[in-house]
DNA sequence: TCTGGGGTCCTAGGACCC
DNA sequence: TCTGGGGTCCTAGGACCC
């Protein structure tokens, strides 16, 4: 029989801070975005607290002072890490594991025993997880990658499945669909949700109940799909092409945000940078690159302006140096110097985006690409062996400071030797 | 004072073709 | 009065995900 498997992380990043921090295991604990803007995951407590996913910081300060709640700056790398412990243990439990973002994956579970069988085998993966690496999950098991999802939900709503909760009958799926709101399902939004509640669909099973024609009649193909996978019928695969089709990184700036171009200059060079890794490190080049770069969308009473510059190239590339050349070109010629507009946010796209093997030839090309190549080889292995951006265009600068506020950032325990975790001190 | 970041897919509409 | 039909490709914008 056909059954897939869901992993989901609870609470992810608040659960990793508290596997350095035991003492605030019982404790409401949230986790804030990049430049300490949005609250982005909340521990149970906090959730109890009636904190809302999303929510500005500085509008809940108070209260989360109040509560002695314990507030951390996003440590990416601390999460990226973890995640790739839990990904590597959930792997020795199936044949297929299907990673789908930093704290999920599907797992194959087909065919692999009886009900009973795999009801203990999912209560054993979870306590596991739990075990080694001290992240708890949730795991759902059911015909199609989105009842599993439903089912994952009810693993972790309640304790009594002992993480994980085994969908496979008719009977089971009908009863979970029942009780579960729509909005909640795996690829209905917001918007969807809305329309749904008018035609008087609140409830999982009240769409699942409805005729696919029906379905198909109101609203497109994706619904349509979400209507399959709830009545058991797998149609719907994550990409499973690792490679991107575009490759983004941006950041939001501290305070009032960057009025200087120099500045500007050096932070979108890094994001430049950033992507160019990112891309040779799919093995990919791209001829398509996008630089923007706009002020705050929320102070409306201050004269705003948007940066959005892109260009082709004739020959796709994955050099840091021509991207970033690009970029800067792109960048000045955006830039007003008429006035001194406080850009709060920018950053770096790069896309039509080709394996690096199969990169179109020009004719009229100017670069010399075998010693580009050469170059580039030879600054990757140099920081490779040395650390990051040991050697890196001088447009980048010196300094560490990214711009973003990260007042509250937990140690890179997993990372950094001199950032170790220590057990005991004399 | 203060509002994340990185993706994918679908659709409608325009340009263009014969 | 009246203005083909059918197709492809591209793009911007919207919706969704975590």
Not at 271 to 284: P, Y
Request: glycine share 6%; with cysteine; hydrophobic share 35%.
């Amino acid at each position: 029989m056909q059954l897939y498997g869901l992993a989901d992380c609870n609470n992810f990043y608040c659960s990793c801070e508290r596997v350095f921090r035991p003492d605030l295991r019982e404790a409401p604990v949230v986790v804030l975005s990049n430049n300490d803007g949005c609250i982005i995951a909340r521990s149970e407590e906090s959730k109890r607290l009636g904190l809302k996913m999303g929510t500005p910081y500085y509008q809940v300060r108070h209260l989360l002072e109040t509560h002695h709640v314990t507030v951390f700056s996003s440590n990416y790398t601390l999460y990226g890490s973890l995640s790739g412990r839990v990904m590597s243990l959930l792997s020795r439990y199936t044949p297929q594991l299907e990673p789908y973002s930093i704290d999920e994956a599907f797992l194959d579970f087909s065919d692999m025993g009886d009900a009973a069988f795999l009801k203990a085998y999912g209560e054993r993966m979870a306590a596991d997880v739990r075990r080694s690496v001290g992240i708890p999950i949730s795991v759902g098991i059911a015909p199609t990658r989105t009842l599993a999802k439903v089912a994952s939900k009810y693993a972790k709503r309640y304790a009594g499945y002992r993480g994980c909760c085994l969908m496979d009958t008719d009977d089971k799926r009908r009863k979970a669909l029942s009780s579960f709101d729509v909005g909640d399902v795996w690829g209905i939004g917001r918007h969807l949700a809305e329309t749904l509640a008018g035609h008087d669909i609140r409830l999982a099973a009240d769409l699942a109940d409805k005729d696919e024609a029906w379905v198909s009649r109101h609203f497109n193909v994706n619904v349509v799909r979400t209507w399959k996978e709830l009545n058991g019928i797998s149609c719907i695969s994550p990409d499973d092409s690792p490679e991107k089709k575009s490759i983004c990184t941006s950041r939001s700036f501290a305070d009032e945000g960057v009025t200087d171009l120099h500045l500007l200059e050096e932070y979108t060079a890094r994001f430049a940078t950033r992507c160019a890794d990112k891309l040779r490190g799919q093995a990919s080049c791209c001829s398509g690159i996008t630089v923007f770069a706009y002020t705050s969308r929320f102070r409306t009473e201050q004269p705003g302006h948007v940066i959005h510059q892109s260009t082709v190239l004739p020959v796709a590339t994955n050099a840091t140096a021509e991207i970033v050349g690009h970029v800067l070109r792109m960048l000045r010629a955006g830039f007003r110097t008429s006035a001194r507009y406080a850009y709060k946010k920018a950053g770096v796209v790069l896309w039509n985006i080709c394996p690096q093997n199969a990169v179109q030839q020009d004719l009229f090309d100017v670069v010399d690409r075998q010693k580009q190549t050469a170059l580039q080889r030879a600054v990757d292995h140099i920081n490779r062996r040395n650390g990051p951006d040991k050697v890196h265009v001088a447009v980048r600068g010196f300094s560490s400071d990214t711009g973003a506020r990260c007042d509250r950032r937990s140690p890179h325990y997993t990372t950094d030797v001199n950032e170790l975790p220590v057990a005991f001190a004399r």
